[in-house]
Nanobody
């Protein structure tokens, strides 16, 4: 059974940085794509970033380009999201997700079969 466990969330001041990690287990992920989504109170879950395990291809939501970077460590089965220049509007619960097929851009929630429990990121002004 696939398990995704996020860590690294917390409280940070605007302009600061956080690094989120997602530990994946229960499957061989070489053919998967991994994504990060976020959900703020009263809002829909939205795409943040994605990476494929095999080739490391990435894509990002426009609102994080140049500030966030997604990476993976194949040996540790870990996907990370480095978040810099954080803004109060980045405040949300951040979720790690796994897409078995790795097809498409992977910007939609329904493209992912497995989800972590989420980690809270709060950016104060």
């Amino acid at each position: 059974q696939v398990q995704l466990v996020e860590s690294g969330g917390g409280l940070v001041q605007a302009g600061g940085s956080l690094r989120l990690s997602c530990a994946a287990s229960g499957r061989t992920f070489s053919s998967y794509a991994m994504g990060w989504f976020r959900q703020a109170p009263g809002k829909e879950r939205e795409f943040v970033a994605r990476i494929t395990w095999n080739y490391g291809r990435t894509n990002y939501a426009d609102f994080v380009k140049g500030r966030f970077a997604i990476s993976r460590d194949n040996a540790k089965n870990t996907v990370s999201l480095q978040m810099n220049s954080l803004k109060p509007e980045d405040t949300a619960v951040y979720y790690c997700a796994a897409d078995e097929s790795a097809g498409g851009l992977g910007r939609r929630v329904h493209e992912y079969e497995y989800w972590g429990q989420g980690t809270q990121v709060t950016v104060s002004s």
